[in-house]
């Protein structure tokens, strides 16, 4: 998953915001010295002290936000020297300048309510809309079945941290949650929602897999009754800086968002690596906003990337840092080096896969998937334009929402597909995609069987325990289909499936499936 190349989108390959569509990411390793950079400040406590907006003021900056609970900082500062001087304070754990760290995606102030409500698990929905025919997707994970007992509570609210949201898109419109929507490029949230228009694309198409209602109009999605929010955190370049992931994961946590589905990998290094000073501050700074959110309630669900490698034995990086071009070095990694989100600990990783009509050995990993023991968690539809041809999936994409805005620009003309309403849609693959699938069953799950009158209406393990618990098991394949093998791991070794029929480095517990999820 590179930044923002998490999905095989518009010109094809998961994400920093490396979309984990298929679209390649990148980021900004180059900087001015003279130029105002942003920093990312590291205490060495879960807490940022008094006197912090002090400190940074006499080394040279200026305090940006305060995220108090995980002992987190954003300054802004013009000098490099900012840093040396902030180092010298024992408080402080590290600090780094955010601008060679960001990644690439290819391609009214509402506030919240907080009024306690008594709400019901959710009505059934149909898959009757205009498109609904073309969803090989959905009938691959058993979401028709699934919405026949729920279609999701309109009390779950699944927070898409991607590249913003276009709330006018007639089949999102319904479920948009302005109250727990935000722009957070520069590290504060802004709730402004021109701030947080998506005129990208994947930040439109993930949000229609997850949530797009059953209304008659273009496609359903999996939870076609619950809330969806956008959290932008990729810029309009397509560049996702840490500042904007760390907002992010503490505004879903601030405002008890269920589920937070992401597809993108942070900073210009797809893998992270312990021993560099700089990128050790930033990932253990992200790392703590993503463990405070999923202590706050929040599942988070992550894009496993783009890459066609092995994310629990990687062995080369070549394509970092990857901006600007030409700045990719050839590097070795270990174990040592991880990706971020994915690789964090209670994130729930997803794989991608085409779809199975004509695989026999069932659902095959889309080509392009990364995967790896314990990092794949479960696999779902991301599509497969190669191996994943079918009579249902006849380009082996995943159709979804797209901006009516940038429709010809970024979505490319093979791909479009209008409804008769004139609301618009675009065929896509990626690991971004697959990511969506199952954040959209998981919000099915918390619908269906939490506690939606409390806070947390389910804590984020028990749901992955029920995601995985329900999904239907997938062995290695015994065999590959020719040509598959061309498609080679970053270090040009053949890709491996190992482990056994129950879990697995492709497939981890298997194919989610929204169905048995939410059955009693």
Known sequence: MNRIKWYLGCTVVFASFALLAFLPLTS??????????????????????????????????????????????????????????LLADSRIEGASSTAGFAVRLN??????????????????????????????????????????????????????IQTGVDFTHP???????????????????????????????????????????????????????????????????????????????????????????????????????????????????????????????VTVVAAIGNQSDDLAQPQVDPTSPDFPPGSAQLRDVNNACLVIPVEIPGVIGVSADGNGAQSPNGFLKSFYSNYGLAVADLVAPGGDSIFGLTSAAPNGRVLSTWPASSFTVTCLPARRVLDASGATYCYQQGTTFASAHVA?????????????????????????????????????????????EAFTRLSGDQQNCQGGPSRNSWYGAGQVNAFKAVSP
């Not at 205009?130 to 699934?146: C, K, V």
């Open 440 to 484: 959209g069953v998981a919000a099915l799950i918390i619908s269906q069987l939490g506690n939606l009158n409390a806070q947390p209406k389910m804590q984020p393990a028990r749901v992955s325990s029920l995601l995985t618990g329900s999904a239907d098991a997938q062995p290695c394949p015994i065999s590959l289909p020719s040509g598959y």
């Open 171 to 297: 089949d999102i419109a319904p479920n948009f949650d302005f109250a727990d929507s935000c722009s957070c490029l520069s590290g504060v949230p802004v709730t402004d929602p021109s701030a947080y228009i998506d005129s990208n694309g994947t930040g439109t198409h993930t949000a229609g897999i997850i949530a797009a209602a059953s209304n008659g109009i273009g496609i359903v999605g999996v939870a076609p009754n619950v809330k969806i929010a956008a959290i932008k955190a990729a810029n309009d370049d397509g560049f996702v800086f840490p500042e904007a992931i760390i907002c992010a994961f503490m505004w879903a946590a601030s405002h008890h968002v269920d589920v937070a589905n992401n597809s993108y990998y942070a900073d210009p290094w797809l893998f992270n690596c312990r021993n560099d000073e700089e990128q050790r501050a930033i990932w253990k700074a992200e790392q703590r906003a993503i463990r405070y959110a999923m202590n706050q309630g």
């Open 107 to 160: 391609h009214s102030n509402a506030e919240p309510d907080n009024t306690p409500v008594t709400s019901s698990p959710g009505l059934p929905a149909t898959d009757n809309d205009s498109l609904s025919g073309l969803q090989w997707d959905m009938a691959q994970i058993h979401t028709p079945e699934a919405h026949a007992i729920t279609g999701g509570s309109s009390a779950v609210v699944v927070a898409n």
């Open 28 to 85: 900004t390793h180059s900087q001015s010295v003279e130029t105002k950079q942003t920093y990312i400040v590291l205490y060495k406590a879960q807490s940022v002290p008094e006197d912090a907006a002090s400190v940074i003021a006499q080394a040279g900056g200026t305090l940006v936000k305060s995220y108090d609970n995980i002992g987190v900082a954003i300054a802004t500062a013009p000098s490099q020297s900012f840093r040396d001087t």
